[in-house]
């Protein structure tokens, strides 16, 4: 045609400029990209929780011979999980303080199962950088709010294991957990 | 690059000519280390510890080859892999306390240099790459200080695993997931004790390759000297084989010589007692602190107790503990003085000092227990040491009258020009 443009390669130019030679360059780079993410990726995914650790999800926990204002730590996931069966006297000082001035504000039912609110199942890593709190033992400190201390940066927890003083910017965490019978909860 | 009156390479053994007109490597090693290197005449020992530390990194190198012939990298048998170092393996308790001392070692050289680089800014134009890629070396011996402390897999080491992962965890969105990732599980345990071998067997690699840079970088200007003062002429340098060579020899005996006391006479003076207990993830030791020679910055991340605006607490303490480091990157840019050695910076110098106690004092609050008053002491370290780079030395830089230079390297040296240098050289004896 007449009105054909060429490059000096001879390339034939569209009438903005552009060859179709740039339209392969463009798809050519593009197709390495995907190529390069598709071989990096499997590269960093490789780290992530294999399949055996994933496969260690859920644990079964028999309570029945925690008695009242008892804790015992558990393994779950490679974090202990603290399981205390609160006394009254926890259960009420949990419910007296105001929800509203709370760092992270939650009730104990919040917290708790329903029918079960004296069992108070929670995961034994303080929300800072991930020590284990004192408190569950026998004869530990538990802190100027009778739940949990944290020995690492000087984290209080209380009755409810909610954060009331320290570093840590949340409550105890709670798992996933359910009562398959009264005395038994299956985790995770 | 070398300056003109560089010797020249010419080899006169027969096999260095046949070598060297193939593959000039014995004229590359010349140039850099060798007789072909002109150096100037007045460095004093603080500029030793370059060297130190390129012989800290080799013998981490071979002490840590060694070592990985014995360790297993599984949390089943790692705590017991090192025992069986330190009482089966021949000569194995030497290289453990060797290897665990050579990283103490390393530290106090780095840090010297890096202090050294501080007060003489050495950070300056031309300098400002050797500078970022040393604040680069310095991150990676971190990193793999950090993951070989891990190994044993005692309490500290799993501790420590947990707290300096559970720092990216800060991050917001990414974070806890980011740490997922980097522990390959929920927790510390064999994913990562696993992983963490394989990195810290890397990176030592990728720090020599990052040290080849940053002498590479070096040896395009030369090296810095304590009066500041570029090089002018022939007269302000000698070159460095062997004037430096054996200087640094010297400065390599004293060194070797601190370094075996340590190793043979106190191996666990700066270790933790605690990591000889074995790992348990449901029971964190009471006083849990890292190394020494993160005091400092630990003492910063824990000097961040309440919430900054959204800001929570430990994000702030992390952000803070790595801007700590960061803000090296920008030394260059903030110390905009154009004289060079506080030698001639008598303001600057005074505020040079209250930084080395700043992080003495930081270092102190780290490796003491997270409670008053070590609490408050270290936020107000921790702010001076902020306001020292971002604040102090800007405006230090602006308003002061440095104290006149000399002329040249060789004048500091000899004194004046006409009444020393160019005079006839006196008799040694008179």
């Known amino acids: 045609m007449a009105s054909e443009t060429r490059a000096p390669s001879g390339d034939v130019l569209a009438p903005d400029g552009e060859r179709r030679r740039d339209f392969l360059y463009v798809a050519t780079g593009a197709v390495a990209a995907a190529g390069a993410a598709a071989v990096v990726w499997p590269l960093i995914n490789q780290m992530n929780p294999s399949a055996d650790v994933l496969a260690l999800a859920s644990i079964d926990l028999d309570l029945s011979a925690v008695q009242e204002g008892q804790a015992v730590k558990v393994s779950w996931r490679g974090k202990p999980v603290f399981a205390r069966h609160l006394t009254s006297a926890e259960v009420e000082m949990a419910n007296k303080v105001d929800v509203k001035s709370l760092r992270d504000p939650q009730t104990l039912a919040e917290r708790t199962k329903p029918g079960n609110e004296k069992w108070l199942i929670t995961l034994g890593v303080c929300t800072h950088l991930g020590c284990v709190p004192l408190g569950a033992g026998e004869g530990e400190v538990r802190g100027d709010f009778g739940g949990y201390f944290c020995p690492c940066h000087g984290s209080h927890y209380d009755t409810a294991a909610r954060v009331r003083k320290g570093p840590a910017p949340k409550n105890l965490e709670v798992p996933a957990y359910v009562f398959k019978t009264p005395t038994s909860v299956t985790i995770g | ?430």
Not at chain 2, 153 to 171: C, D, E, P, Y
Not at chain 2, 286 to 296: G, L, N, S
Not at chain 2, 406 to 426: H, M, N, Q, R, W
């Open chain 2, 1 to 430: 690059m070398s300056f003109p009156w560089a010797n020249e390479y010419k080899p006169t053994n027969p096999l260095m000519q046949w070598v060297d007109s193939r593959l000039p490597l014995p004229r590359f090693v010349y140039n850099a280390v060798g007789a072909g290197y002109p150096v100037p005449r007045n460095l004093n020992y603080m500029w030793n510890f370059g060297i130190l530390a390129g012989f800290a990194l080799v013998l981490q190198i071979v002490t840590g080859v060694v070592l990985a012939m014995h360790y297993a990298a599984n949390d089943k048998v790692a705590f017991d892999s090192v025992e069986h170092i330190m009482r089966d393996v021949n000569w194995g308790w030497m290289l453990r306390y060797a290897h665990a001392n050579g990283a103490s070692m390393f530290f106090i050289v780095v840090y010297t240099h890096i202090f050294r680089g501080f007060f003489y800014s050495s950070y300056k134009a031309p300098r400002e790459m050797i500078w970022l890629l040393g604040v680069v070396i310095f991150l990676l011996m971190m990193a793999t200080a950090f993951m070989g402390y891990v190994l044993p897999w005692g309490q500290m080491s799993f501790w420590g695993a947990k707290v300096i992962t559970g720092l990216f965890s800060a991050i917001p969105l990414v974070g806890p997931p980011l740490q997922e990732w980097l522990l390959g599980g929920f927790a510390p345990d064999n994913a990562a004790l696993n992983r963490f071998f394989s990195l810290h067997f890397l990176l030592p690699f990728v720090i020599l390759g990052v040290i080849i840079m940053h002498v590479w970088a070096l040896h395009i200007p030369g090296s810095s000297n304590p009066t500041g003062v570029e090089v002018k002429t022939e007269s302000d340098t000698v070159p460095f084989h062997p004037y430096y060579t054996a200087k640094d020899g010297f400065g390599l005996g004293i060194f070797l010589m601190l370094y075996c006391a340590l190793v043979f006479f106190a191996p666990n003076l700066l270790g933790h007692p605690d990591n000889y207990i074995p790992a348990n993830p449901l029971s964190t030791p009471a006083h849990i602190v890292p190394e020494w020679y993160f005091w400092p910055f630990y003492a910063i991340l824990r000097a961040f107790t309440s919430d900054f605006m959204f800001i929570p607490a430990k994000l702030m303490g992390v952000l803070a503990m790595f801007s700590a480091i960061l803000v090296w990157f920008f030394l260059p840019w903030l110390d905009t003085s154009p004289v060079r050695s506080g030698h001639y910076r008598p303001l600057f110098r005074k505020f040079f000092y209250l930084l080395v106690v700043d992080v003495l004092v930081l270092g102190y609050c780290g490796g003491a227990p997270a409670a008053e008053p070590y609490v408050m002491i270290s936020q107000i370290a921790s702010m001076y040491y902020f306001l020292h780079f971002l604040v102090i030395l800007p405006v230090v830089s602006s308003i002061e009258t440095p104290q006149p230079l000399p002329f040249s390297i060789t004048e500091a040296v000899l004194g004046k020009d006409e009444s020393a240098a160019l005079s006839p050289a006196k008799p040694a004896i008179a």
